[in-house]
Protein backbone atom coordinates (compact mmCIF):
# COMPACT_ATOMS: atom_id res chain seq x y z
CA UNK A 1 0.00 0.00 0.00
CA UNK A 2 2.65 2.46 1.07
CA UNK A 3 3.83 4.69 3.68
CA UNK A 4 0.41 3.36 6.07
CA UNK A 5 1.50 -0.22 5.32
CA UNK A 6 -2.62 -1.64 6.47
CA UNK A 7 -3.19 1.51 8.13
CA UNK A 8 -6.58 2.85 6.73
CA UNK A 9 -7.50 6.68 6.99
CA UNK A 10 -10.27 5.77 9.02
CA UNK A 11 -8.30 4.56 11.63
CA UNK A 12 -5.52 7.24 11.20
CA UNK A 13 -7.88 9.51 11.67
CA UNK A 14 -9.90 7.57 15.16
CA UNK A 15 -5.76 7.20 16.48
CA UNK A 16 -5.08 10.97 15.82
CA UNK A 17 -8.22 11.84 17.57
CA UNK A 18 -7.56 9.83 20.57
CA UNK A 19 -4.43 11.12 20.70
CA UNK A 20 -5.76 15.08 21.22
CA UNK A 21 -8.20 13.33 23.30
CA UNK A 22 -11.09 14.61 21.28
CA UNK A 23 -14.40 12.84 21.06
CA UNK A 24 -15.69 11.88 17.28
CA UNK A 25 -18.48 14.64 17.67
CA UNK A 26 -16.53 17.11 18.33
CA UNK A 27 -14.33 16.61 15.40
CA UNK A 28 -17.45 16.27 13.63
CA UNK A 29 -18.25 20.05 14.96
CA UNK A 30 -15.00 21.50 13.87
CA UNK A 31 -15.10 20.37 10.42
CA UNK A 32 -19.02 21.37 10.26
CA UNK A 33 -20.17 17.43 8.95
CA UNK A 34 -23.02 15.76 11.08
CA UNK A 35 -21.35 12.97 13.77
CA UNK A 36 -22.64 10.59 11.43
CA UNK A 37 -20.63 11.22 8.61
CA UNK A 38 -17.60 12.06 10.95
CA UNK A 39 -18.22 7.87 11.96
CA UNK A 40 -18.44 6.97 8.34
CA UNK A 41 -15.30 8.57 7.92
CA UNK A 42 -13.38 6.94 10.61
CA UNK A 43 -15.65 3.37 9.46
CA UNK A 44 -13.63 3.41 6.20
CA UNK A 45 -17.47 4.13 4.60
CA UNK A 46 -16.91 7.49 3.38
CA UNK A 47 -13.88 9.30 2.11
CA UNK A 48 -13.35 13.22 2.88
CA UNK A 49 -12.57 13.86 -1.30
CA UNK A 50 -12.19 17.87 -0.39
CA UNK A 51 -8.49 19.60 0.01
CA UNK A 52 -10.00 22.01 2.12
CA UNK A 53 -11.67 19.37 4.43
CA UNK A 54 -8.44 17.68 4.89
CA UNK A 55 -6.64 20.90 5.47
CA UNK A 56 -8.84 21.79 8.26
CA UNK A 57 -8.89 18.08 9.72
CA UNK A 58 -5.25 18.71 9.31
CA UNK A 59 -5.16 21.28 11.40
CA UNK A 60 -7.81 20.66 14.09
CA UNK A 61 -5.64 17.58 14.57
CA UNK A 62 -2.30 19.46 14.55
CA UNK A 63 -0.66 17.02 12.54
CA UNK A 64 2.66 17.34 11.02
CA UNK A 65 4.03 17.79 7.75
CA UNK A 66 4.54 14.00 7.52
CA UNK A 67 0.94 13.19 9.20
CA UNK A 68 -0.55 15.25 6.85
CA UNK A 69 1.24 13.83 4.18
CA UNK A 70 0.20 10.55 5.34
CA UNK A 71 -3.28 11.61 5.86
CA UNK A 72 -3.16 12.33 2.13
CA UNK A 73 -1.65 9.40 0.51
CA UNK A 74 -4.25 7.12 2.86
CA UNK A 75 -7.30 8.92 1.53
CA UNK A 76 -5.34 9.11 -2.09
CA UNK A 77 -4.50 5.19 -1.82
CA UNK A 78 -8.76 4.63 -1.15
CA UNK A 79 -9.73 6.78 -3.64
CA UNK A 80 -7.01 4.66 -6.30
CA UNK A 81 -6.35 8.12 -6.89
CA UNK A 82 -3.64 10.88 -6.55
CA UNK A 83 -2.56 12.34 -3.11
CA UNK A 84 -4.41 15.89 -2.91
CA UNK A 85 -1.75 17.91 -2.63
CA UNK A 86 0.27 16.85 -5.48
CA UNK A 87 -1.87 17.68 -8.60
CA UNK A 88 -1.56 21.36 -8.60
CA UNK A 89 1.93 20.94 -8.54
CA UNK A 90 2.21 18.26 -10.81
CA UNK A 91 -0.31 20.22 -13.48
CA UNK A 92 1.85 23.52 -12.72
CA UNK A 93 4.94 21.93 -14.09
CA UNK A 94 5.25 20.37 -17.44
CA UNK A 95 8.68 19.05 -16.82
CA UNK A 96 7.11 16.87 -13.50
CA UNK A 97 4.52 15.58 -15.91
CA UNK A 98 7.38 14.83 -18.50
CA UNK A 99 9.44 13.07 -15.43
CA UNK A 100 6.75 11.57 -14.16
CA UNK A 101 5.74 9.98 -17.22
CA UNK A 102 9.31 8.86 -17.97
CA UNK A 103 9.84 7.32 -14.97
CA UNK A 104 6.19 5.13 -15.39
CA UNK A 105 7.78 4.23 -18.76
CA UNK A 106 10.90 2.80 -18.07
CA UNK A 107 9.45 1.70 -14.89
CA UNK A 108 11.76 3.56 -12.68
CA UNK A 109 12.74 1.35 -9.09
CA UNK A 110 12.73 3.10 -5.68
CA UNK A 111 16.13 3.08 -5.65
CA UNK A 112 16.24 5.54 -8.26
CA UNK A 113 13.30 7.60 -6.98
CA UNK A 114 15.27 7.63 -3.71
CA UNK A 115 18.23 8.85 -5.49
CA UNK A 116 16.72 11.48 -6.95
CA UNK A 117 14.82 12.86 -3.34
CA UNK A 118 18.50 12.83 -2.14
CA UNK A 119 20.04 14.67 -4.81
CA UNK A 120 16.86 17.23 -4.31
CA UNK A 121 17.47 17.52 -0.21
CA UNK A 122 20.89 17.82 -0.98
CA UNK A 123 20.52 20.90 -3.20
CA UNK A 124 18.14 22.22 -0.85
CA UNK A 125 20.74 22.54 1.73
CA UNK A 126 23.43 24.24 -0.03
Avoid at 32 to 54: H, N, Q, T, W
Avoid at 62 to 73: H, K, P, S, V
Avoid at 104 to 124: G, R, S, T, V
Wanted: with cysteine; hydrophobic share 40%; net charge negative.
Amino acid sequence: MGGGDDLTFGEFIVAKRKVRDMPAARLAEALGISPVYMCDIEKDRKYAVSRKFLETLAETLLLTEAETELMYDLVAFAQKSISADLPEYIMKHEVVRTALRTAKKNDIPDEKWDMFINYIKQDESE
